[in-house]
């Protein structure tokens, strides 16, 4: 029903940027959140930025608010993450998710989310 795909990741020296795609492909359902999250070794998954496709209202984290921007390209059905300034601990994998059922977790949280990418590395050397 939803098929997930990131791309776009790689290595990069600190201050540099990378911009994160996901292609996604839905199938006899209505998104009502998109996701994406980051996972860096020995630590938990943690949400970053989720739009609200109903409203296009945009979240962000603290930890890229003002660094990272989430776009949605509704006609070729793709995520951007624009990422800048990037700095070592953002070092991860990250993920692209999506959300078909309202549910009472907060709108960063992993488990608001049913489907998944298979990630794609980001690495920020100093």
């Known amino acids: 029903q939803v098929q997930l795909v990131e791309s776009g990741g790689g290595s990069v020296q600190a201050g540099g940027s990378l911009r994160l795609s996901c292609a996604a492909s839905?199938?006899?359902?209505?998104?009502?959140?998109w996701g994406w999250f980051r996972q860096a070794p020995g630590k938990e998954r943690e949400g970053i930025a989720a739009i609200y496709t109903s409203t296009g209202g945009v979240f962000y984290a603290d930890s890229v608010k003002g660094r990272f921007t989430f776009t949605q390209d509704n006609a070729k059905n793709t995520l951007h993450l624009e990422m800048n300034n990037l700095q070592t601990n953002d070092t991860a994998i990250y993920y692209c998710?999506?959300?078909?059922?309202?549910?009472?977790?907060?709108?960063?949280?992993?488990?608001?989310?049913?489907?998944w990418g298979q990630g794609t590395q980001v690495t920020v050397s100093s």
């Open positions: 998710a999506a959300a078909a059922r309202r549910n009472a977790y907060n709108v960063l949280s992993p488990d608001k989310y049913r489907y």
């Open positions: 839905v199938h006899g359902l209505t998104i009502l959140y």
